[in-house]
């Protein structure tokens, strides 16, 4: 039988925890720092890149993903010595996919071109607005013109570069979304990440929602407009929807991230990383400490987990579908009875396919465009209880 790994895919998960400034929506594992010291993160990373090749050898390595924080504060020669040392535990597949996450600042960019020597081969860069004012608002540092210079220069040295805008901004209007999406388009890009801005807890945008001080917000309706509009405009200009957030050109789909969405398996190192790893026909999830310093301490000595579980049938089911449904493709209806011996109810399957949300063709079960903005009451429906 073939391993999870060979089924969904494997990838490698790399996080740099730190940035040059905390946006205020942002709800990932980032921090600001005066001073680092790359020789000693080097390190830790190397040593964490040890301890998982030895106990998952001989494996094809499909994706490596440096994820933040910025990753493009990372010196060239760090990002090197990574993908380096990871070629030395696993095989690289022909088409490895390695992407790294950018900033348009122009420090940043004018460390592209080490990135590309170092073997990155796939640039995401986070615009996030094409807009002066609202890229203020969300906190960023950079201008729409270094955003563009940014981009053309990623464009001159990578086959494969995407980008990320947030829509449903403070005061924004449908027609102002179109317009932007459309200038998005110009730029002829190959994948776009386009994200519906939303307001988690702990971020500071959190703290002045809470606070009334958050205003502006479009509501749900016209937060749904913004959302079907952007799958007009994107599927016009061939870049349909293969995510719910996610969209690209056929073959410029994002291989990392088909990996979490397929359930395969990821090594994740770094603070706040998570991993996905089978093992001796078990599935393990992985965590790390979320604080830089704790996560560096315990990586040095080869101990940079904080966590390791076995995860469940019902809950490796829960996120089959979590993360398979996503997706256009969807899930495959005979991998979850072959590889976990179980099925989904007939009947909440035919309730969902009679009112359009779902659909099933050559036994893959996936979200229709009716479906996919109310994923989470599907979910709600068809996971264990």
Not at 24 to 33: E, L, M, W
Not at 215 to 227: H, I, Q, S, V
Not at 232 to 244: F, K, N, Q, R, T
Request: proline share 4%; hydrophobic share 40%; aromatic share 8%.
């Amino acid at each position: 039988m073939l391993e999870n790994w060979q089924i969904g895919g494997f990838g490698l998960y790399v996080h740099w925890p730190f940035c040059q400034s905390k946006c205020p929506y942002c709800d990932f594992n980032s921090h600001v720092v005066a001073s680092i010291d790359h020789d000693a993160w080097l390190n830790a990373y190397v040593a964490e890149l040890d301890r998982y090749g030895a106990e998952t050898p001989d494996r094809v390595l499909g994706s490596i993903y440096f994820g933040g924080g910025t990753p493009s504060l990372m010196e060239p020669a760090t990002v090197a010595a990574i993908i380096e040392r990871a070629a030395q535990h696993w095989t690289f597949a022909n088409d490895i996919e390695i992407t790294l996450e950018a900033n348009p600042g122009s420090i940043e960019a004018r460390n592209f071109a080490g990135y590309k020597a170092a073997g990155v081969n796939r640039i995401s860069i986070g615009i996030q607005a094409l807009d002066n004012a609202d890229l203020g608002r969300l906190g960023r540092l950079h201008s729409v013109d270094e955003a563009k210079q940014a981009l053309a220069v990623a464009r001159s040295l990578f086959d494969r570069v995407s980008f990320d805008l947030i829509y449903a901004r403070q005061d924004q209007t449908l027609d102002a979304w179109q317009a932007e999406l459309a200038e998005a388009l110009t730029y002829g890009p190959d994948h776009l990440s386009l994200y519906q801005l939303t307001i988690e807890p702990g971020t500071a945008f959190g703290a002045r929602f809470d606070a009334g001080k958050l205003r502006g917000l479009p509501d749900e309706d016209l937060a749904t407009d913004m959302y079907f509009l952007t799958q007009s405009i994107c599927d016009a200009a061939g870049l349909p929807a293969y995510e719910v957030s996610n969209h690209a050109r056929p073959g410029q789909e994002s291989q990392h991230n088909l990996i979490y969405w397929r359930s395969g398996d990821w090594v994740g190192i770094g603070p706040g990383a998570h991993g996905r790893i089978s093992i001796g026909g078990k599935r393990f999830a992985t965590e790390t400490a979320l604080a830089p310093t704790n996560w560096l301490r315990a990586a040095s000595q080869s101990k940079g987990e904080s966590a390791r579980s076995v995860i469940g049938l019902d809950e490796q089911v829960t996120e089959l579908l979590l993360m398979g449904l996503r997706t256009v493709e969807g899930i495959d209806l005979k991998h979850l009875q072959k590889r976990l011996g179980t099925s989904l109810n007939t009947n909440t399957i035919n309730d969902l396919k009679d009112i359009g949300l779902i659909q099933i063709t050559d036994d893959r079960l996936a979200t229709t465009g009716k479906g996919r903005p109310v994923l989470n009451a599907i979910l709600r429906e068809l996971a264990p209880d």
